[in-house]
């Protein structure tokens, strides 16, 4: 198995770098790959901070990606709804990777951040409903 850093998956994604995006590609198709969270994180940062993708833009490639590839992704189910959330909140994306081990493990979360606080209510109260 291999690690690929943010810059193997945005290549991929974007494919839009004609040396490095064929390579990106080989590398993820060919390979059972991991791509660390925190790779994910910096992935998520770029295309919405620096290329202005939309949320739910990022949120629906990313879950798409996932779904289409043999990637390996640590806590993969808790990761996928925090993308989830991260389509649908406006909500950092770390916060949302945390409101998902919250829903996904029933991990509790403890913060200060308030807007944090109202999605884990949510999920609470989703969850504790007949």
């Given at each position: 198995?291999?690690?690929?850093?943010?810059?193997?998956?945005?290549?991929?994604?974007?494919?839009d770098h004609a040396d490095f995006s064929p390579k990106a590609k080989n590398i993820i198709d060919n390979n059972i790959v991991e791509i660390?969270?925190?790779?994910?994180?910096?992935?998520v940062f770029v295309l919405h901070g620096f290329y202005n993708t939309p949320r739910m833009e990022v949120s629906q490639n990313l879950i798409d990606f996932f779904t289409k590839t043999k990637t390996i992704l640590?806590?993969?189910?808790?990761?996928?709804?925090?993308?989830?959330?991260?389509?649908?909140?406006?909500?950092?994306?770390?916060?949302?990777?945390?409101?998902?081990?919250?829903?996904?493990?029933?991990?509790?979360?403890?913060?200060?951040?308030?807007?944090?606080?109202?999605?884990l209510d949510k999920v609470n109260e989703r969850n504790n409903q007949p």
């Amino acid at each position: 198995m291999r690690k690929i850093d943010a810059n193997i998956l945005l290549r991929y994604l974007l494919n839009d770098h004609a040396d490095f995006s064929p390579k990106a590609k080989n590398i993820i198709d060919n390979n059972i790959v991991e791509i660390p969270i925190e790779a994910l994180c910096e992935v998520v940062f770029v295309l919405h901070g620096f290329y202005n993708t939309p949320r739910m833009e990022v949120s629906q490639n990313l879950i798409d990606f996932f779904t289409k590839t043999k990637t390996i992704l640590p806590s993969r189910d808790a990761v996928l709804k925090g993308i989830e959330y991260f389509g649908q909140t406006n909500l950092d994306f770390v916060d949302c990777i945390l409101a998902g081990y919250y829903e996904i493990n029933r991990e509790p979360v403890d913060t200060f951040d308030k807007d944090l606080q109202k999605l884990l209510d949510k999920v609470n109260e989703r969850n504790n409903q007949p």
